[in-house]
């Protein structure tokens, strides 16, 4: 499944060559039967998502989240904190 960002709509004005699919997009992969694959413009997550027993209700999730290089700088630990704990309020 794919979902447009809010920015798809700068796109209008420029030439396909220019849009850059991955920043305007997010790309989710469902994996039977309980693992989701999301491919954000900057980083990639996994959720796995398991019954909890005797209960209907409720559910596990375990939320990793990869990024494609080491967080050394406060700034970049700010930015990567602000994404996981946007990721996790969708929960």
């Avoid at 809010?6 to 991955?22: R, T, V």
């Avoid at 050394?72 to 990567?80: F, G, S, V």
Wanted: proline share 4%; with cysteine; charged share 25%.
């Amino acid at each position: 499944m794919t979902v447009m960002r809010k920015s798809i709509e700068s796109l209008g004005n420029k030439y396909e060559a220019e849009w850059g699919f991955i920043k305007h997009t997010t790309i989710t992969y469902q994996l039977f039967p309980n693992t989701i694959f999301t491919m954000q413009s900057d980083h990639g997550e996994t959720w796995c998502i398991f019954p909890v027993d005797n209960r209907v209700d409720q559910c596990m999730i375990y939320f990793d989240c990869y990024v494609p290089e080491p967080v050394t700088t406060d700034k970049a630990k700010k930015y990567r904190d602000k994404n996981i704990d946007l990721a996790l309020r969708t929960c």
